[in-house]
Nanobody, 115 residues
């Protein structure tokens, strides 16, 4: 069983920054992929960024250059530093962990960017 707990969401003005954290607990494999997705009402959940246990990263085109994903393997924690936030970044952000053939989700944290 794996649990993911996100923190760090909130309300910020356009141009501001937020840092999201996601701590994983339970049986965590040494090889896994952690990432962040986001979802707005009526839309599908979309990829924001991924990071492998080896540190390789992937970003969506919409956030590349503004967001940075990182992880602390010793703490089983992944971070998302979000800079130059735009109103279009407003969404519920979900943490995801993939290991073996399983995927796990956090409960989500709201990020709201005001114009």
């Amino acid at each position: 069983q794996v649990q993911l707990v996100e923190s760090g969401g909130g309300l910020v003005q356009a141009g501001g920054s937020l840092r999201l954290s996601c701590a994983a607990s339970g049986i965590i494999r040494s090889i896994n992929i952690m990432g962040w997705y986001r979802q707005t009402p009526g839309a599908e959940r979309e990829l924001v960024a991924l990071i492998t246990s080896g540190g390789n990263t992937t970003y969506s085109d919409s956030v590349r250059g503004r967001f940075a994903i990182s992880r602390d393997n010793a703490k089983n924690t992944v971070y998302l530093q979000m800079n130059s936030l735009k109103p279009g970044d407003t969404a519920v952000y979900y943490c995801n962990l993939r290991q073996d053939v399983n995927g796990y989700w956090g409960q989500g944290t709201q990020v709201t960017v005001s114009s």
